[in-house]
């Protein structure tokens, strides 16, 4: 079946402008992941949602990060006035409902601030 | 919060023998320990798990072990081959009724032919 897109796969951008990143999960998963992997690190969190619960912002690095889901699917992460430091991969996962159950991750989209 | 350490940050190995990746965890009450590989420009993938309930799971060349009371698990590769050249990253999620599952800092592995 399908599995997690994330739209646009590449986004070049200049400093101070703001982008909007897309995920779309595998169908019937009810959590959902942003990872930022910034070139030839670690995956960082960012945040997850699980069904209708508050969603878990702990990993947002500032107040320039949002996130939000919409009818328990789609996710779009948005960066405003972005700095050269926001450029790296970001990865979104989903998981179905049942605890400790695996990820699933899209390919990413990858940001260049210039 | 959870933390994860991950060793060795690189490896090197002949083609044929073994590799051996170590982790850390820090939350007693984590209880489910994932393994992934990114080759380069690709997304990570699943590759094994394992759970609190047992102490060691085997897939053809890849076994994953897990001490509880240490709190430590290792990814064990068998018969490297050069499609094994990839970058590692164990994971745990940060105890009980968490979702957030936390990253080691990731193994890059070269299988040398």
């Known amino acids: 079946g399908a599995g997690v897109s994330q739209s646009p796969s590449n986004k070049v951008t200049e400093k101070g402008k703001d982008v909007e990143l897309r995920c779309d999960p595998i169908s019937g998963h009810t959590a959902l992941y942003w990872y930022r992997q910034s070139l030839g690190q670690g995956l960082e969190f960012l945040i997850y949602?699980?069904?209708?619960?508050?969603?878990?912002k702990s990993g947002l690095p500032s107040d320039r990060f949002s996130a939000e889901r919409t009818g328990g699917s789609v996710s779009t992460l948005t960066i405003q006035r972005t700095q050269q430091e926001d450029s790296a991969v970001y990865l979104c996962a989903s998981s179905s409902s049942t605890f400790n159950s695996p990820l699933h991750f899209g390919n990413g989209t990858r940001l260049t601030v210039t | 919060g959870e933390n994860v350490e991950q060793h060795p940050s690189t490896l090197s190995v002949q083609e044929g023998d073994s590799a051996v990746i170590k982790c850390t965890y820090s939350?007693?009450?984590?209880?489910?320990f994932p393994w992934y590989k990114q080759e380069l420009g690709k997304r990570p993938q699943l590759i094994i798990d394992i759970r609190s309930n047992v102490g060691e799971k085997k897939d053809q060349r890849i076994a994953v072990t897990l001490n509880k009371t240490a709190k430590h698990f290792s990814l064990h590769i068998t018969e490297t081959q050069p499609e094994d050249s990839a970058v590692y990253f164990c994971?745990?999620?940060?105890?009980?009724?968490?979702?957030?599952?936390?990253f080691g800092k990731g193994t890059k592995l070269s299988v040398i032919p």
């Open positions: 949602f699980q069904g209708n619960s508050a969603p878990d």
């Open positions: 939350d007693s009450a984590s209880n489910y």
């Open positions: 994971a745990a999620y940060s105890g009980a009724g968490s979702y957030q599952l936390t």
